[in-house]
């Protein structure tokens, strides 16, 4: 038998940059190529995965667009059978030139992202409509529709953008654990009403809501472990009680001075 060129998920992850929790979440979803299976329960990764991974992160966190609209993106991509041509070039320059913005300015999808965002903040989803993004952008409504299926769509877009908002907040790195905790409680406070809704509605079983505020937690995290030094986990620690103080002032209920 010939031998299998490929490597574990662990080196994905360390090639990417990407978690492997989310890379399995990407898999579950159907936004990576299947891995190779080697044996009942070992599984190998090869340049398809990282060229899938690092295309996924990029229109994630640089230009916000939801799981469900990258899927759509994928199969344009992605040649099903074919390991050694898996991605054709001719149509990673047509998603660059739809998704991503021309001489270093804002792309349309970020537009839009960030002005719902700031709506949906202020107003709530329900009292926000496709209508009012588009006009508060300045961008055609059959524009938003190149971008995003749905309200729905640009909402978990919007809420997954949180993450770069924030960290876009942080200011210089924080002298250490304490202050990194009050540096994301800040840069996430203004962002409160719309974390509460989409846990809300996660908890009401609403499709795609439950994986949003994880991720932003592991975003943030990621990026103060860059600065903080002490354990691993420090930077998860510090983002998760911020997160928990901002959750208790939302609902009103004091929040203990730090000593």
């Not at 998920?9 to 360390?14: G, H, I, M, R």
């Not at 579950?28 to 995965?49: M, S």
């Not at 202020?122 to 055609?140: H, L, N, Q």
Request: glycine fraction near 8%; charged fraction near 25%.
């Amino acid at each position: 038998m010939e031998p299998v060129n490929g490597f574990p998920v662990s080196e994905l992850a360390a090639r990417t940059g990407v978690p492997v929790p989310t890379i399995h979440a990407y898999l579950r979803r159907g936004l990576l190529p299947d891995p190779i299976r080697v044996a009942d329960n070992r599984f190998l990764y090869d340049r398809r995965h990282v060229e899938a991974v690092g295309l996924v992160r990029v229109l994630r966190e640089r230009r916000h667009l939801s799981l469900d609209t990258i899927k759509e993106m994928l199969p344009g991509l992605l040649t099903p059978g074919d390991h050694e041509h898996a991605f054709r070039p001719e149509m990673w320059e047509e998603v660059l030139r739809t998704y991503l913005p021309e001489d270093g300015g804002v792309s349309t999808a970020a537009t839009l992202v960030t002005t719902a965002r700031s709506m949906f903040c202020r107003a709530g989803y329900a009292d926000t409509s496709i209508d009012e993004i588009c006009v508060a952008a300045g961008i055609a409504k059959g524009t938003f529709y190149r971008f995003f299926a749905s309200k729905e769509d640009v909402y978990l877009a919007a809420v997954a953008s949180v993450a770069d908002a924030a960290i876009a907040e942080l200011g210089p790195a924080p002298a250490d654990e304490a202050a990194a905790v009050d540096a994301a409680a800040a840069a996430l406070a203004p962002f409160a009403p719309l974390l509460l809704e989409v846990a809300s509605r996660a908890l009401h079983g609403e499709p795609g809501h439950a994986e949003v505020v994880p991720g932003i937690v592991d975003r943030i995290a990621d990026h103060l472990a860059q600065t903080l030094a002490g354990p691993p986990d420090a930077g998860r620690r510090a983002v998760d009680a911020a997160l928990w103080r901002v959750v208790r002032r939302g609902l009103g209920v004091d929040v203990p001075a730090r000593a």
